[in-house]
């Protein structure tokens, strides 16, 4: 039985705590703390709803059981949802890599970014949101991907109030030609 329900906005995502302490180090040290999730031993409750959607969740436990992320080919199970490369597709896959990075799941991470670079789903009107999920999340080659695009089509990024909006180094960077994305510690 399940011993654990992670809460999104919305329904819970019920699971085993050995599965997501085994993937993850953030589920780890909640199971292995004196906070609610750890004493409990009956069914501990994550309340994950005020950082990410009940999608987002499903995602990042899906992986901790399987490793993989539905893609929506008809091999794909239903427990999370599937992964298209559409506007709702990416915004998903965004806000699943930032629950990624904040559980730890460092292969999840890179096999979102991996998938977000692969969909050359970088447009004029996520750009700029791109960037920053990519710069929080640590993701090298989704920046460069999405600094790329950005450099290439400057004149009409640029007139974007998200743009205006954006950190001065951050815009300091993409007008910078000889910047070139950090490298990740492997």
């Known amino acids: 039985d399940c011993d654990v329900a992670g809460m999104g906005v919305g329904e819970a995502v019920r699971a085993h705590r050995l599965i997501l302490g085994l993937a993850s180090p953030a589920f780890a040290a909640m ?4 906070m609610a999730e750890g004493r409990d031993s009956g069914l501990a409750r994550i309340d994950l709803s005020d950082l990410f959607s009940t999608e987002s969740v499903k995602v990042a436990v899906r992986y901790c059981y399987t490793g993989v992320v539905n893609d ?3 091999s794909s199970d239903v427990l999370a949802p599937p992964l298209r490369p559409t506007n709702p597709g990416v915004e998903l896959v965004c806000e699943s890599l930032r629950a990624a990075d904040y559980l730890q799941l460092q292969h999840l991470k890179e096999t979102l970014e991996v998938l977000l670079v692969s969909w050359d789903a970088v447009s004029l009107t996520n750009c700029c949101a791109l960037l920053q999920v990519a710069q929080r999340a640590e993701c090298t080659q989704l920046q460069g991907a999405v600094i790329t695009f ?3 089509m400057h004149d009409v990024v640029s ?6 909006a954006m950190d ?3 815009r300091d960077a993409i007008a910078d030609l000889t910047w070139t994305p950090p490298t990740s510690a492997a």
Do not use: I, K
Request: charged share 20%.
């Open 168 to 170: 001065g180094s951050l």
């Open 159 to 164: 007139l974007q109030p998200e743009y205006a």
């Open 31 to 34: 199971f292995d703390s004196p």
């Open 150 to 152: 950005m450099r290439e």
């Open 72 to 74: 929506g080919s008809p």
